[in-house]
């Protein structure tokens, strides 16, 4: 059908170019110092030769940033222990599977009875491909992973102010948004509008390019026909032998996009946070936290709520109470401490540090942030509506529907993610029960999927400000705060330095959490030894 | 880091907006009335009731399409036997797996000694989401499905003719290619070139789409900072805790780009046929052919050469030659056949059919193709580059070079795709050795991967012209031909319809094999019980 390659190329031109093509080990030279294989602040493991025989680092929290702090520290020779509130590794980095259960802040509880291999992760999901601390860590304890699919053409772009709120196909808002953005262009070359910004050879090149990208007709039009069906799919698809022929589809107009906002839905497939390929690891995301913590356990102790932090010029002091006994109280001591307590927490924690980190931590609220899992008695977005995986975007309060990316294909119950949303939204999710959450997420969800609700099975929903003793999803940085915080509550308090998402450049995201715990012990390990 | 979300929306607004979305079913009925949930001419099984006991159906060759009319039809009652020329099911739905050998027309023998879990599909290998008809069966027999990465926006593109013939990332050429087109048309928008084209408001809201979807500054600039980087990607990507900060990358000219016409490569995962999700069987293409015929194994025969096909009123008589025993030849009676040989073997038989069919069948000549298959000592491509699965694109005559897309992560030896190419180029590769065609793959694919040479292991190559029993690689219709001549191909001749990809309007995909084999057995079941 469509022309997936390039132009021919004559046997003659064919053996010149073999002939010419030597050097190979010169143009990797010159290709890394041109920075082609850059990108990631991640060089490998860290260097923390030499560390003092005895020497004790006490680590708070047992999520990503903990879990690898602790691995790379004992791996250099420390004496590690990690103190963990959870009875569970991974801390935000968390999936619920059949069987679980979850109370919330407020006392209400609620039990998972999703389906055998079905799974939610509340806090991170996906993994992109520049996130190359996490993936490391991934490879190196066998975690296996499987793509997470972000972008599907067919999933629905849903806007309640255009279209008379009927959900769209992805493919069409990306395919007709970009031809017309390519005829007006066009239009605009020929008519001489950038006869100044272009050389004739460059329009010449941009019309011609402008009709390939953007499935523009001899005409250098966007409309029904061919090329535009090429892209955003035919009415009746091309078949066999001699059923019905195709039938091309009719591009949406201009206006109506505009007035949906569907570039925002397009373009979030393009940024590089969501750029293919994205991973997810097989079974869940905690089986990255799972892996690391397999190789850190006996440092573990969970059900340990840390109450208080003090130190002095020679070590530090952490209460905890036991919630396996009754709380009572413990004191761990040690010769240094890596903190990777959320600062929702901490700010309201005794804690003995300088003014600077406090202030730091004070200025930094957390972003309320919620999900919601339904479970479906069957694959209906893949049998009804050829919707494997990816996402589909609404205006709506839930902000979007997530489609499974594993398990295609099969038959029996499956889980989505029916909500996913940031700010005044989930504050709202989070204020409901959870019952209540379900419902508005059904209504919601109805209007794009309208096999809700007589496929539903059940829900489970997890709002991060109800989250005990995380109380938020990350932290929300301003960029004033940034400039004046953020090197305070990074730099080493005497025998304290914090690390978390929170202590990155990189806030929500695992590989923000790998890279400021990787920094952190780094520097801690330099200060021990000097 | 980047907002993946909606503008928020107020707890009254929620509550209104739940209560107003009743009504559910009716939407559903309006949905489907607009053909939101068609496409694909396929509309599951086909109906075949009351076939005449002890009619028979002689199938000729076991590739996809005639395994599907053989399940359908003995379904449905037929008694039916297929021949096959090879000595396994799938025809050029084909994996080649360490231990196989395989020897090409002109006598030339490879042995494949790839490693435990690699493989290479020399024909299809990947399954648009909107092939519903050749997911069914996978579905229906339980094949295990997995995403295949098409785009990868950390993968190459390449152009000899451009950027001094240094290649280029994927999210690169993207991103400024998309950037530069916004940037121009806002300035076109801005100058007043689209007054007459468009309304003031939907000029305004152009202009704010293009600066969110063409990632411009507030300046509507396109060019160096934190909005282009947050889609080209970063020099130095942001990190953690007080590692060096992040260096926001430089867009490429747009000069460049068009003269590397880029656009070619960008262009290609947004069409119809390689939009996500796209789908590989794990384990390898032949395992749908596999799970289908493992349903009908018992009626295959295996190394049977059919040399004449002969019909009157009341059958067919097909010669067929044993390659088991020597060549023996045997004639197979039956009411009914379904031929499903390539035309390009088909034309050069005795075959007892009118002039119309006979004319079409000569009027349709084959494309050539050839598939690399390269296998090195470790993913490079994954450890030193970032690129999981994925397709980079270049002017070579390789046309492109495809990364695994399973076992990511993985050590050990592993299998890309080293040149996929069509027509001019694929003849020049077809004639040569299969040791030959290895050197130039690993010449060429030097240019992009400077790894190549020390990683090589070993290689695998099938020129689709030197299959036996096959002769290229797909029917390749001119439109004049298809208007002249695809009724008569498809038309039952007697008591014989051809069935296959040539027989339909997808050419080169399965899915038009399998629609043109449910296609053809519906009308030869329509005209049985006449």
Redesign the interface.
């Known amino acids: 059908?469509?022309s997936?390659?390039?132009?021919?190329?004559?046997?003659r031109a064919?053996l010149s170019?073999?002939g010419r093509?030597a050097g190979?080990?010169a143009?990797?030279q010159?290709?890394t110092s041109?920075?082609?294989?850059?990108?990631?602040?991640?060089t490998g493991p860290p260097r923390l030769e030499g560390a003092k025989p005895g020497t004790s680092v006490l680590i708070l929290g047992a999520g990503i940033a903990g879990l690898v702090a602790a691995y790379e520290l004992r791996q250099a020779g420390y004496r590690v222990r990690i103190l963990e509130y959870n009875d569970r590794p991974g801390g935000r980095s968390w999936t619920i599977r059949g069987g679980d259960t979850y109370t919330e802040l407020g006392g209400q509880t609620q039990r998972c009875g999703f389906a055998p291999g079905q799974y939610f992760n509340p806090g991170p999901w996906r993994i992109p491909?520049?996130h190359?601390a996490v993936?490391s860590y991934?490879?190196r304890f066998g975690v296996a992973?499987?793509?997470f699919?972000q972008?599907?053409?067919?999933a629905f772009v849903h806007s309640?102010k255009a279209f008379d709120g009927?959900?769209q196909?992805y493919?069409h808002v990306?395919?007709d948004?970009?031809g017309h953005?390519?005829e007006?262009?066009g239009?605009?070359t020929s008519?001489g509008?950038?006869d100044g910004?272009?050389?004739l050879e460059?329009r010449q090149?941009?019309l011609e390019?402008?009709r390939?990208?953007g499935?523009l007709d001899a005409q250098y039009a966007y409309r029904s026909g061919a090329p535009s069906?090429?892209?955003?799919?035919?009415?009746?698809?091309?078949?066999?032998?001699?059923?019905?022929?195709?039938v091309p589809s009719t591009p949406v107009g201009?206006?109506e996009l505009?007035?949906g906002?569907v570039?925002?839905a397009?373009?979030?497939g393009?940024?590089?946070?969501?750029?293919?390929?994205l991973?997810q690891p097989v079974g869940g995301m905690d089986m990255i936290a799972k892996a690391v913590a397999q190789q850190v356990g006996s440092l573990i102790r969970y059900r340990a709520k840390v109450t208080r932090i003090a130190q002095d010029d020679r070590g530090v002091r952490v209460t905890w109470a036991d919630a396996m006994h009754d709380g009572a109280l413990h004191t761990e001591r040690a010769d240094w401490c890596v903190c990777t307590i959320p600062l929702s927490i901490l700010g309201q924690m005794e804690l003995q540090v300088g003014a600077p980190m406090r202030a730091a931590i004070d200025a930094v609220p957390y972003d309320a942030s919620i999900k919601i899992a339904l479970q479906f008695k069957r694959r209906f977005w893949e049998q009804?509506?050829?919707?494997?995986?990816?996402i589909s975007?609404?205006?709506?309060?839930i902000?979007r529907i997530a489609y499974p990316?594993h398990g295609?294909?099969?038959a029996g119950k499956a889980v989505l993610l029916g909500a996913y949303?940031?700010?005044?939204?989930a504050y709202?999710f989070t204020a409901m029960s959870p019952a209540q959450r379900i419902?508005?997420a059904l209504?919601?969800g109805?209007?794009i999927h309208?096999?809700?609700?007589s496929e539903f099975d059940q829900g489970f929903s997890v709002g991060w400000h109800r989250v005990p003793y995380t109380m938020g999803c990350f932290g929300l940085w301003s960029d004033a705060a940034r400039v004046e915080h953020y090197?305070n509550l990074?730099?080493i308090d005497g025998r304290l330095v914090l690390?978390g998402e929170h202590?990155?450049?990189?806030?929500?995201?695992q590989?923000?959490?790998?890279?400021?715990?990787?920094?952190?012990i780094e520097?801690l390990h330099r200060k021990a030894m000097a």
Not at 151 to 154: D, K, R, T
Not at 511 to 520: C, F, K, P
């Open positions: 059908m469509s997936d390659r390039s132009p021919p190329i004559s046997r064919l170019l073999i093509s190979g080990a143009m990797y010159a290709m041109l920075g082609l294989a850059a990108g990631s602040s991640f491909f520049h190359r993936l991934a490879h992973l499987e793509p699919v972008v599907n053409y067919n309640s009927r959900p196909r493919r990306q395919s948004f970009q953005v390519a007006l262009l239009k605009a008519q509008a950038l910004t272009l050389t460059d090149r941009l390019g402008l390939g990208w499935a069906s090429e892209h955003r799919g035919y009415d009746v698809d091309p078949g066999g032998g001699l059923a019905r022929s195709a201009l206006s505009l007035k906002e570039w925002r397009i373009a979030t393009q940024e590089y946070d969501y750029q293919s390929a991973f009804d509506d050829a919707i494997y995986g990816g975007y609404t205006d709506l309060p902000d990316a295609y294909g099969t949303n940031f700010g005044p939204n709202e419902e508005a209504d919601f109805s209007r309208p096999q809700y609700r090197r990074c730099a690390a202590a990155s450049n990189l806030p929500a995201w590989e923000g959490a790998v890279l400021s715990a990787l920094d952190a520097r």
